[in-house]
């Protein structure tokens, strides 16, 4: 178990350019979460996939974000247009799901965008 | 609209006492709870969690108490150590199957002072 991993941590980008981050989860796990988390707030769902299908997504998710999971494998979320309201940290989660419970989520540690 | 919410922003205890978390939710569908403890420049870790038909449930120095009539829910740490310094997250979800779809309260800092 390798745990979630984020790339790249940091992100700094000015106003107006795109960016992608990329979430590789738990190779076993079959759901793949983006959250985002800004200053003294806990994170925020934003969108969710189950394999390659993408499930759900929060009105939070701008027309600018994007995200795929093209292979049920790894994921990329996109920004497009960023603002400086975009700032935050981008969380990414999996889990496995095989039960009436999901096993709980498994963070990955983030991205960090700074938008200026 | 916040959902879940914990008061207290942060939290300073002495290594070997308890330490206990607050946080409420106004959502009366939530039935899965999760405490999550998160350190500087880390992802969130999961801790603990109870589903709404317990009121207790308990994993080493760590149990979590839900009250459902008040729409509370506690994280007791005993005995504090140094190393269980983090923010502390509680969170909530609706529907067994749906538990990654979380709503967070706003963290609570906990330090343990040696």
């Known amino acids: 178990?390798?745990?979630?991993?984020?790339?790249?941590?940091?992100?700094?980008?000015?106003r107006g350019q795109n960016v992608t981050f990329r979430c590789d989860p738990i190779s076993e796990h079959n759901r793949l979460y983006w959250y985002r988390q800004t200053l003294g707030q806990g994170p925020e769902f934003l969108t969710y996939f189950q394999n390659e299908a993408q499930l759900e997504k929060s009105?939070?998710?701008?027309d600018r974000f994007s995200a795929e999971r093209p292979k049920g494998s790894f994921s990329t979320l996109e920004i497009q247009r960023t603002e400086q309201g975009d700032s935050a940290m981008y969380l990414c989660?999996?889990?496995?799901?095989?039960r009436p419970y999901n096993s709980p989520l498994h963070f990955g540690n983030g991205t960090r965008l700074t938008v200026t | 609209d916040q959902q879940v919410k914990q008061n207290s922003p942060s939290l300073s205890v002495q290594e070997g006492r308890i330490s206990i978390l607050n946080c409420d939710y106004t959502n009366s569908m939530f039935d899965y709870f999760l405490w999550y403890k998160k350190y500087p420049a880390e992802g969130p870790t999961f801790l603990i969690s109870i589903s709404s038909i317990k009121d207790k449930n308990e994993d080493g120095r760590?149990?979590?108490f839900l009250?459902?009539?008040?729409?509370?829910?506690?994280?007791?740490?005993?005995?504090?150590?140094?190393?269980?310094s983090a923010v502390?997250?509680?969170a909530a979800s609706v529907g067994s199957s749906n538990t990654?779809?979380?709503?967070?309260?706003q963290g609570t800092t906990l330090q343990v002072k040696p």
Do not use: E, M, W
Not at chain 1, 93 to 98: F, G, K, L, T
């Open chain 1, 1 to 14: 178990d390798t745990g979630v991993s984020q790339d790249p941590r940091h992100k700094i980008t000015k």
């Open chain 1, 59 to 62: 009105r939070l998710l701008s």
């Open chain 1, 93 to 98: 989660a999996s889990s496995r799901q095989d």
């Open chain 2, 62 to 64: 760590f149990t979590v």
């Open chain 2, 67 to 84: 009250n459902k009539s008040a729409k509370h829910l506690s994280l007791h740490i005993v005995p504090s150590q140094p190393g269980d």
């Open chain 2, 88 to 90: 502390y997250f509680c």
């Open chain 2, 100 to 105: 990654g779809k979380l709503i967070f309260g």
